[in-house]
């Protein structure tokens, strides 16, 4: 039995879904870090994929996703340069079931 190729329409419905979500999880940490009152995050100046902070001299910006955090007035990194969300989207209310990471572990 042979698996058909997938069409066009069903790969660019792919994509559009994954970029909703990554849309709703980028919308939602940047509401929770300018919150007022502050947050509770769990977030890293660190990518937990290349191991190299926003800081270092060979950090590649264009390949990671940072955001500045006005609590700890730092830049941090909201998506590692191999796409995974480095925070928990539970904690900005999102079914986590696309996070792997460990809190305290991972970041």
Same mark, same amino acid.
Not at 23 to 51: F, I, P
Not at 66 to 78: A, F, G, K
């Given at each position: #039995?042979?698996?058909?190729?997938?069409?066009?329409?069903?790969?660019?419905?792919?994509?559009?879904?994954? @970029? $909703?979500?990554? =849309?709703? @999880?980028?919308?939602?940490?940047?509401?929770?870090?300018?919150?007022?009152? *502050? &947050?509770?995050? #769990?977030?890293?100046?660190? !990518?937990? %994929? !290349?191991? @190299?902070? $926003?800081?270092?001299? @060979?950090?590649?910006?264009?390949? &990671?996703? /940072? #955001?500045?955090?006005?609590?700890?007035?730092? =830049? /941090?990194?909201?998506? *590692? !340069? %191999? *796409?995974?969300?480095?925070?928990?989207?539970?904690?900005? *209310?999102?079914?986590?079931?696309?996070?792997?990471?460990?809190?305290?572990?991972?970041?």
């Amino acid at each position: #039995m042979t698996r058909a190729n997938p069409s066009n329409t069903d790969i660019a419905q792919q994509w559009a879904d994954r @970029y $909703v979500a990554q =849309h709703d @999880y980028l919308t939602r940490v940047y509401a929770a870090l300018t919150n007022e009152s *502050g &947050h509770q995050l #769990m977030t890293t100046d660190k !990518c937990t %994929e !290349c191991d @190299y902070a $926003v800081t270092a001299d @060979y950090f590649e910006t264009s390949a &990671h996703w /940072i #955001m500045w955090d006005p609590q700890s007035q730092t =830049h /941090i990194v909201v998506i *590692g !340069c %191999e *796409g995974y969300w480095l925070i928990n989207p539970a904690s900005v *209310g999102l079914d986590p079931q696309m996070w792997s990471g460990i809190e305290g572990v991972n970041i």
